[in-house]
């Protein structure tokens, strides 16, 4: 990390500490109820491990890092169960499985690649490109709408449709 | 809902609107997501069920730049 990284990374720590109560109450708000203080864990390790990018908004960054926090514990708890399952399911025969079940799941994430990379088709443009162009380069959605010469409002309309397809919608709440 | 297939529920259509929302960079609408949220229990559940799904996928997504 360069000097100017660094001290960067220390403002946002120090804002972080003066933040803290809006921080934790925000987390509690977003669902992380008793892991609130394992969240604000989470993010300080970030803010002291993880190279920082320059924000002009440092209070809204750190807010940022917040929802992303809890959005990984939702993601951690998810597989932790999904393992259980696998586990249960596997029963004695577990030690002898595991090995192909590995293979097993890269094979199912090519295929799921696949899927989705065929449901981005279908959708074609523009709605294909924007969700690309926001979900995997990042550009913001009032850049997209320049970009494409749309209305912000069609530009989430877009969105939505492509979230509805990629997500398979109605699939995603029965797992 | 415009733009949501119409065998979503309502509520999956709600709770696609605020993803999509929140996954803008420019999102700043903290209190009116946290309001939501916490309105009734399967708010929560059904958003947090399509974020996590939706962030798995992404990252999937972002590994592999030859399907753009």
């Keep these: ?175 | 809902m415009t733009g949501v297939p119409s065998h979503a529920s309502p509520l999956t259509a709600a709770a696609l609107a605020w993803l999509t929302r929140v996954n803008d960079p420019d999102f700043a609408a903290w209190a009116e997501l946290e309001t939501w949220l916490v309105k009734d229990p399967r708010h929560a559940q059904v958003y947090w069920a399509l974020a996590t799904r939706e962030a798995d996928l992404i990252d999937e997504l972002r590994g592999s730049p030859t399907l753009g």
């Design chain 1, 1 to 175: 990390m360069d000097d100017r990284v660094m001290q960067k990374a220390t403002e946002l720590q120090r804002l972080f500490m003066d933040l803290r109560p809006e921080l934790l109450k925000r987390a509690r708000a977003l669902g992380a109820a008793g892991e609130a203080e394992d969240v604000l864990q989470d993010i300080w390790v970030r803010l002291a491990t993880l190279p920082i990018e320059a924000s002009s908004n440092p209070r809204a960054y750190l807010t940022r890092m917040v929802y992303t926090a809890v959005l990984d514990r939702h993601r951690a708890s998810r597989r932790a169960m999904n393992r259980e399952q696998q586990w249960a399911k596997l029963g004695n025969d577990a030690v002898h499985v595991v090995g192909g079940n590995e293979a097993e799941r890269s094979l199912e994430a090519r295929q799921e690649l696949q899927r989705l990379a065929a449901t981005l088709r279908a959708l074609g443009d523009p709605v294909a490109s924007l969700f690309w162009r926001h979900r995997v380069d990042g550009v913001p959605q009032r850049q997209l709408a320049q970009e494409f010469g749309m209305g912000l409002s069609t530009v989430e309309k877009h969105l939505r449709r492509a979230y509805a397809a990629v997500l398979n919608a109605r699939r995603a709440l029965e797992d």
